[in-house]
């Protein structure tokens, strides 16, 4: 029923047609409560500065944009530095609202599948809390050198240094209309007032007068659910150029996977679920057999403890300017020594 209701609205979001008048009404509604909870996220203990370097990854989209392949990106680059950087996540769509430290094998039920992939792929400190602030207050307490800070654009009574707002280059901004009449936590003019606006693939109905940075997110290898094997794209492709596949994907936007399945000439029948959707062996009852699964690398560390046969996921690496890597490096080197 979730998936259903995504999809509904996003048709909606990202259509030509006018959204419905119904969601036009609660639209003012929406931006009514977002400005109450601004003022009385900066006004109540006051705001919090990290004596970290604090590092905002987020998006004023409701749904995925490409945030989690850029936190690690950055992470990479922090550590290209020898520098030692941790992350913040609330954990969205966990069980339960403990504070935890994450490593690679914890629990995505507990601590969220975004958090578990985050330490997976960079092996830096992961926490993730109730409370975002709770989460990098726990991080400045460790011997760390930076905080990154996987969303909380919209998060308020924190102080922060530098803020990235990533945007889905396909889908853009929708029809511009804030929730639920629209995609937009907030206004496009926040655009204008973040450090980095970063295109996830290429955007050509960006706004005049913007510039952003583009990311490339890139597929080279497939790796099996169990970790045994790795296969190039085109061994894969042969391998199983006569087998029924079935690509799977539980994320903000799936299409965009089966798509890049498809520009990769690996011919699937897709099967979309809600963004952090929490897998059972019964969503494959359909798929197994003599048939192959593959899925992203969001959806293999839910899926890993299911005893899945014959099941693959495809990492990607995420590919920026070189000019802007070199450019964030040298702020993060002059945030660093501010801090000290």
């Not at 995609?183 to 003019?189: D, F, H, N, V």
Request: proline residues 4%.
């Amino acid at each position: 029923m979730r998936t259903g209701i995504e999809n509904w609205l996003v048709d909606h979001w990202y259509s030509n047609r006018p959204p419905p008048w119904y969601l036009r009404l609660l639209e003012p509604v929406y931006r009514a409560g977002y400005q109450r909870a601004q003022v009385r996220g900066a006004g109540g203990a006051g705001l919090y500065r990290s004596k970290l370097p604090l590092v905002v990854v987020g998006n004023i989209t409701a749904g995925g944009s490409g945030k989690t392949p850029l936190v690690i990106r950055l992470c990479q680059l922090a550590l290209e530095m020898n520098l030692k950087p941790g992350i913040a996540s609330t954990g969205y769509g966990r069980q339960g609202t403990d504070t935890y430290i994450v490593n690679g094998d914890s629990d995505t039920r507990v601590c969220g599948d975004e958090p578990v992939l985050l330490a997976q792929r960079t092996g830096v400190p992961v926490v993730v809390a109730a409370d975002r602030l709770e989460a990098v207050k726990k991080l400045n307490e460790m011997d760390l050198d930076l905080v990154f800070s996987d969303d909380g654009l919209q998060t308020a009574g924190m102080c922060r240094d530098i803020e990235f707002c990533v945007v889905d280059g396909e889908r853009g901004l929708g029809n511009g209309h804030l929730l639920p009449a629209g995609p937009l936590r907030e206004s496009a003019e926040r655009l204008q007032r973040v450090d980095y606006v970063v295109s996830n693939g290429q955007w050509t109905a960006q706004p005049a007068g913007l510039s952003a940075i583009a990311m490339l997110l890139q597929a080279t290898v497939v790796r099996s659910l169990d970790g045994n094997n790795e296969l190039t794209v085109d061994q894969f492709r042969h391998r199983y150029s006569s087998t029924k596949v079935h690509a799977v994907a539980a994320i903000g936007h799936p299409q965009r996977f089966f798509g890049m399945l498809k520009t990769l000439s690996i011919n699937a029948e897709s099967h979309g679920f809600a963004d952090h959707h929490t897998y059972a062996r019964g969503d494959f009852s359909t798929m197994e057999g003599d048939s192959v699964i593959i899925m992203t690398e969001k959806d293999a560390v839910k899926c890993r403890s299911l005893g899945l046969e014959n099941a693959w996921y495809v990492p990607v690496e995420t590919l920026l300017p070189a000019a802007f890597e070199s450019l964030f490096k040298e702020r993060l080197a002059q945030l660093i020594k501010d801090k000290a």
